[in-house]
């Protein structure tokens, strides 16, 4: 950073580490433990496709890699906003791969030049009830924050379960902590 940028307040983004994505097999035991909630061993990427043959060739790539060796079955699915989704679901249910193979993905995709286009990793879990909730990855923030939508209700938050999260997970993930940040991932495939 530059003295002019200092002078106008000016920051540099937070570079992402992808891997605090493998704090969270960590952090879901302490979920589980404290909040009954489960991971459901899925887990998934949002980012926005470029149109073009070298995205092609790299989404052709990235299933391979994730289908390789028998690994969990992978889905594209696009949301209401138009980004799209490679959803990861293991079966028995198993954290550590889910992480792993979205680990995976993130790096394939920024290595191959589009991190730019990479929005967040969402890793689910269900609790009493059947609730959901999600522990997301800001890819450009290099920061996790909990999304617990209602079930019934909709497009309501479980804002106190999401605050518990929080202060739960304090000193195991990096938080972020701006909670107009913490936008909401609806219906969001793999939660």
Same mark, same amino acid.
Request: net charge negative; proline share 8%; with cysteine.
């Given at each position: 950073?530059?003295?002019? @940028?200092?002078? /106008?307040?000016?920051?540099? #983004?937070?570079? #992402? +580490?992808? =891997?605090?994505? %493998? ?12 909040? =009954?909630? $489960? ?25 391979? /890699? ?11 699915? !696009?949301?209401? %906003?138009?980004?799209?989704?490679? $959803? ?10 889910? *992480? ?5 993905? +993130?790096?394939?995709? $920024? ?6 286009? /990479?929005?967040?990793?969402? *890793? ?22 909990? %999304?617990? #939508?209602?079930?019934?209700? =909709?497009? !309501?938050?479980?804002?106190? &379960? !999401?605050?518990?999260?929080? @202060?739960?997970?304090?000193? !195991?993930? #990096?938080?972020?902590?701006? &909670? ?12």
């Amino acid at each position: 950073m530059g003295f002019f @940028d200092a002078v /106008l307040g000016r920051r540099k #983004p937070a570079r #992402p +580490n992808l =891997d605090s994505l %493998f704090a969270i097999p960590s952090a879901a035991i302490t979920v589980q433990a404290a909040l =009954d909630f $489960v991971p459901t061993g899925r887990a998934a990427v949002a980012f926005r496709a470029p149109e073009g043959r070298a995205f092609a060739d790299i989404e052709s790539e990235v299933r391979a /890699l994730l289908d390789a060796d028998g690994g969990p079955p992978v889905d594209l699915a !696009e949301d209401g %906003f138009g980004f799209d989704w490679i $959803v990861i679901r293991t079966d028995p249910v198993d954290v550590a791969t889910a *992480v792993t193979d979205a680990h995976a993905v +993130n790096t394939s995709l $920024v290595e191959s030049g589009f991190g730019p286009q /990479l929005l967040c990793s969402l *890793v689910s879990f269900r609790g009493p009830d059947d609730a959901p909730l999600a522990l997301v990855y800001l890819f450009k923030a290099g920061t996790f924050y909990p %999304f617990a #939508p209602i079930p019934a209700a =909709d497009q !309501e938050r479980n804002n106190v &379960l !999401e605050l518990q999260v929080r @202060d739960l997970l304090q000193g !195991e993930l #990096p938080l972020e902590k701006d &909670l107009s940040r913490w936008f909401a991932v609806w219906d969001a495939p793999g939660l």
